[in-house]
């Protein structure tokens, strides 16, 4: 007979497992930053309260990446808040009294002099089901809370793990950059392997899936074991919404590689926070010269998807900061045309830049194109370039093609240019027939 024998973890290793997750986010005595800035401020709002804080918890105290409603606090010691207990599970905490609670009621930040009675929270929490710590509203009164406002808690805790994931992807991506250098005296072939990883930590591995929609990428390197400034994504914002971008940021190699992860990481968290993407443009703007020492450009067009009711396509806003426009594909008219806002400055040259946006209804059999400038300022004889008149041309013969067939024959058409510069292409188009979107 075989014996098996169980063994549970102890309280230790869990607590060591989540320290270490902890840890790998990097985020503890962080600068404050605007992004949980407003997630603390909307906390509080959402369940009127006075205070609203996002807090982390390490092995001996618990520290304020963000608080609203209270200042001068920037950490307190690990058995004097209740966020101690909220991280216990992946469930919402809520003490409606604490003067009345058993354990609360000789808890000493609490019946000290900030006074608190009242506290909700929802842990965050990462996808491997560590919580690091809460999003947390407090009151000096005792109070009740809804089940509405306490969703709206988790949502938000869900927000700052999402921050928190792209914040350690731009992180991630400038340490591989390091890598890259130290290793490239050693091994060029090997080089080139990691440049390769690391565009590809740039892109998103795959377009996500949008019902009545086919979309289409590509990405051109202009040169092998060199990491380019060009970008895009597409990435959902809740239900029937999505946010895309495409850009360039100038240069290449390390510095456009940084850059080009602070500029996914930013508009990115932007777009969960504004309605209009031409505030993100204003954000991203204030992140990129925030560094007087460093000149840091790029282009970006950014918009939003807004799925339109009975078939009737998707509502799109677009936003231009310094890029060219994307064009529309027209299968009705058998027409090309640019779609642009009447304005729209080069982001990261001045602090006042100016930045507008353009809105459009993407009816079916109609396709989007967003490109960089890498295609139009190719030179294929050595002298002229190609332009965008030529690029219109080639795309009339192609109206009326899906987003997945277009841009394999643009690629075709990009690899025979052979572009001194990098080239990124991301093609939507609304589906003829609602329901048969192809992600």
């Known amino acids: 007979m075989?014996?098996?024998?169980?063994?549970?973890?102890?309280?230790?290793?869990?607590?060591?497992?989540?320290?270490?997750?902890?840890?790998?986010?990097?985020?503890?005595?962080?600068?404050?930053?605007?992004?949980?800035?407003?997630?603390?401020?909307?906390?509080?709002?959402?369940?009127?309260?006075?205070?609203?804080?996002i807090t982390f918890v390490d092995d001996r105290r618990i520290w304020f990446k963000a608080i609203h409603g209270v200042e001068g606090v920037s950490e307190i010691p690990r058995d004097s808040g209740l966020c101690t207990l909220a991280i216990r599970?992946?469930?919402?905490?809520?003490?409606?009294?604490?003067?009345?609670?058993?354990?609360?009621?000789?808890?000493?930040?609490?019946?000290?002099?900030?006074?608190?009675?009242?506290?909700?929270?929802?842990?965050?929490?990462t996808a491997d089901g560590h919580q690091l710590g809460t999003v947390s509203v407090l009151d000096t009164k005792p109070g009740d809370v809804t089940d509405g406002q306490l969703a709206t808690l988790v949502d938000l805790a869900a927000l700052v793990i999402n921050a928190l994931e792209l914040r350690l992807s731009a992180l991630t991506t400038v340490r591989a950059e390091r890598e890259l250098r130290d290793t490239a005296e050693r091994d060029r072939a090997t080089v080139e392997d990691y440049a390769t990883v690391l565009q590809r930590a740039l892109l998103p591995p795959a377009l996500p899936d949008i019902p009545g929609m086919s979309m289409a990428a590509h990405y051109h390197?202009?040169?092998?074991?060199?990491?380019?400034?060009?970008?895009?994504?597409?990435?959902?914002?809740?239900?029937?919404?999505?946010?895309?971008?495409?850009g360039d940021v100038e240069g290449h190699g390390a510095a456009a590689a940084a850059v080009t992860a602070l500029v996914r990481h930013t508009l990115r968290a932007a777009a969960l926070h504004h309605d209009d993407p031409t505030d993100g443009l204003y954000e991203l703007n204030t992140a990129l010269i925030a560094d007087p020492t460093e000149r840091r450009f790029c282009t970006v067009l950014f918009g939003k998807l807004a799925v339109q009711p009975a078939g009737g396509g998707f509502q799109v806003t677009l936003a231009t900061g310094g890029h060219l426009p994307a064009l529309l594909l027209d299968s009705a008219s058998r027409t090309v045309r640019p779609v642009r806002s009447s304005?729209?400055?080069?982001?990261?040259?001045?602090?006042?830049?100016?930045?507008?946006?353009?809105?459009?209804?993407?009816?079916?059999?109609?396709?989007?194109?967003?490109?960089?400038?890498?295609?139009?300022?190719?030179?294929?004889?050595?002298?002229?370039?190609?332009?965008?008149?030529?690029?219109?041309?080639?795309?009339?013969?192609?109206?009326?093609?899906?987003?997945?067939?277009?841009?394999?024959?643009?690629?075709?058409?990009?690899?025979?240019?052979?572009?001194?510069?990098?080239?990124?292409?991301?093609?939507?188009?609304?589906?003829?027939?609602?329901?048969?979107?192809?992600?």
């Not at 009127?48 to 804080?53: K, L, T």
């Not at 009326?400 to 394999?408: E, K, R, S």
């Open 2 to 53: 075989v014996t098996t024998q169980f063994s549970a973890r102890s309280a230790d290793d869990v607590e060591a497992e989540r320290l270490r997750a902890l840890d790998r986010y990097a985020i503890l005595n962080t600068p404050r930053d605007e992004a949980f800035d407003r997630i603390a401020r909307l906390a509080a709002r959402s369940l009127d309260r006075p205070i609203g804080a």
């Open 89 to 125: 599970d992946s469930r919402t905490y809520v003490v409606r009294d604490t003067a009345a609670d058993p354990y609360v009621a000789n808890h000493v930040h609490f019946s000290g002099h900030v006074g608190i009675r009242f506290y909700a929270a929802a842990p965050i929490t």
């Open 221 to 246: 390197p202009a040169a092998a074991g060199q990491v380019g400034g060009d970008f895009y994504d597409v990435f959902g914002l809740g239900t029937d919404r999505w946010g895309f971008f495409l």
């Open 343 to 439: 304005g729209g400055m080069l982001i990261g040259a001045v602090p006042d830049a100016n930045f507008e946006a353009c809105e459009m209804l993407l009816t079916p059999g109609q396709t989007l194109l967003l490109y960089t400038d890498g295609v139009v300022e190719a030179r294929p004889d050595g002298v002229t370039t190609f332009g965008e008149s030529a690029l219109r041309l080639f795309l009339s013969e192609r109206v009326g093609m899906p987003a997945t067939q277009l841009v394999p024959e643009l690629a075709e058409l990009v690899n025979a240019l052979q572009p001194d510069d990098d080239v990124a292409l991301l093609a939507l188009t609304a589906d003829p027939t609602s329901g048969d979107g192809v992600g």
